[in-house]
């Protein structure tokens, strides 16, 4: 990972966590994004015991521990490229998890709902890339405050 993808990733972070306070207050967006999105194989408190995890090749890893298996620091990087696909995992073998890059794109994806917040982050351009990675970032951050220590 570039350096530059690094800091974009760490300033995208802040900039969700400042600006989406005031939404936060109605919805927690990563929260949402996780239970539809990832809970399903992961489970609802992120444990890795999603109700279709039993149906899996590899068991979905415990998602409450990733700071604790990494030296007690979150690895957003690692986290980012894995949701987004950019990263494989070779002891999974072939990739069972969702590629979220191509899943969460609203253009590629339709008709699905995407919520409207997503679009008014995407800017006056109204960038499909910036609302994927907006949603990633989002997952990221609820993945972050579960953490167990």
Partial sequence: MTIWRAKWLMIAGLAIGSSGAVHAEDVDIGRSEFQSSCASC???????????????????????????????????????????????????????????????????NLPHYVDPYYWKKAGPEQSPEVVVRTRILAVIDYLNRIQQQ
Avoid: C
């Fill in 42 to 108: 992961h489970g609802v408190d992120g444990k890795g015991k999603g109700p279709v995890s039993d149906q899996l090749k590899v068991s979905p890893p415990d998602l409450t521990r990733l700071a604790r298996n990494n030296n007690g620091v979150f690895p957003t990087n690692a986290v980012y490229e894995t949701i987004y696909g950019s990263k494989t995992v070779p002891a999974h073998g072939t990739r069972e998890m969702p590629i979220w890059g191509e899943r969460f794109n609203p253009i590629v």
